[in-house]
């Protein structure tokens, strides 16, 4: 589509950008655009709004009517970026891996605080995708260690550039598993892991149709789909978790909404866990289930 508006400077991209993905429907329009044309320029925002009269190159304004058709089209503003935020880390994100979800950091922050006043941990991330959980804990434990699995060898890739990027990768080891599969023979009575954290799949295929667009076009369906109603991840976890365990430490996984009642039940159906607590994430749905085990 042509644009309407005098596309040549940095004003005029921002005008015509906003109303387009305005019209496409696109969440957070304005702040979307000037993403965009920082992501083009390399100017941060401050300085965006200092230049709003500068020229646009012919080749800045092709790509920023593809990127601003490309978002318009559902593609995810992070995977035109290349990179998100998340917890106190930046880490690269491209369609091989799951974006990281604000509520995700509740898991960090459980994590964080069970450690509190401890020296040291081995922790195991089950799913990490992008590395974002393994790679915060990390950053901010220094006397980790951290074992990070994923089924997808194209995630873990930008795992590890990601731990490269945030200089913790002498700390966190990399392995393409299926859950704890590849641990079999590792870890022993001597061993075990002092938490255990996961956000697995856990969207119930039936649900695909109801999924924003974003999520269901673009994102891998290997780290969203999971069968049982979405808890076959929740189930296999808990199943196997005790035996990787130490007496007394933590696990803690993500659910969707309406999911806690069902895994706390699976918690202390399995007799090996205690002290169950849920959390909640900032739109007050029940997020995180925590638990000791026994
Ligand atoms: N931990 C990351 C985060 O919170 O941003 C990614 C979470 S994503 C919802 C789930 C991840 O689990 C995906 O990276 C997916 O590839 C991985 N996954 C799916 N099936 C798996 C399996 N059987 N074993 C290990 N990882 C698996
Ligand atoms: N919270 C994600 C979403 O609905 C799903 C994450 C997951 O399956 N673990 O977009």
Redesign the pocket.
Same mark, same amino acid.
């Given at each position: 589509m042509l644009p309407m508006v005098n596309l040549t400077d940095l004003r005029g991209a921002l005008v015509w950008g906003e109303d387009f993905l305005k019209k496409a429907g696109v969440e957070a329009p304005e702040l979307t655009t000037q993403l965009l044309l920082c992501h083009l320029t390399k100017f941060n925002r401050t300085e965006l709004f200092l230049h709003l009269e500068e020229a646009l190159s012919e080749i800045h304004r092709t790509e920023f009517e593809r990127l601003v058709q490309k978002r318009a089209s559902g593609f995810p503003l992070q995977y035109i970026l290349g990179e998100c935020d998340f917890y106190n880390v930046t880490l690269k994100v491209a369609p091989e891996? &799951?974006i @990281?979800?604000p509520e !995700?950091e509740i898991l960090v922050e459980e994590v964080l605080t069970f450690f509190k006043g401890k020296e040291e941990g081995f922790v195991l991330?089950?799913? !990490?995708? /992008?590395g $974002? *959980?393994a790679i915060a804990l990390a950053k901010n434990l220094p006397g980790a260690r951290i074992i990070a !699995?994923? *089924? /997808?060898v194209e $995630?873990l890739k930008v795992a590890r550039e990601n731990a490269l990027r945030n200089g913790i990768d002498d700390r966190v080891l990399f392995c393409a /598993?299926?859950?704890f599969e590849s641990l079999k023979n590792e870890v022993d009575t001597e061993n075990r892991f002092d938490a255990i954290v996961s956000?697995? @799949?856990y969207i119930a295929p039936s649900e695909k149709r109801n999924l924003p667009k974003e999520v269901r076009d673009f994102e891998?369906s290997? $780290?969203?789909f999971a069968e049982e109603e979405g808890l076959f &991840?929740h189930r296999r976890i808990i199943g196997s978790a005790p035996t990787y365990l130490k007496a007394g430490v933590l696990l803690a996984l993500e659910v969707a909404l309406g999911q806690a009642k069902k895994v706390t039940g699976l918690l202390e159906s399995a007799s090996c866990f205690q002290e169950v607590r849920i959390r909640e994430d900032l739109t007050r749905v029940k997020r995180v289930i925590c638990s000791l085990r026994t």
């Open positions: 891996v &799951f @990281p979800r !995700t991330d089950l799913g !990490t995708g /992008s $974002a *959980i !699995t994923d *089924i /997808s $995630a /598993s299926d859950l956000n697995p @799949p891998p290997e $780290a969203l &991840f």
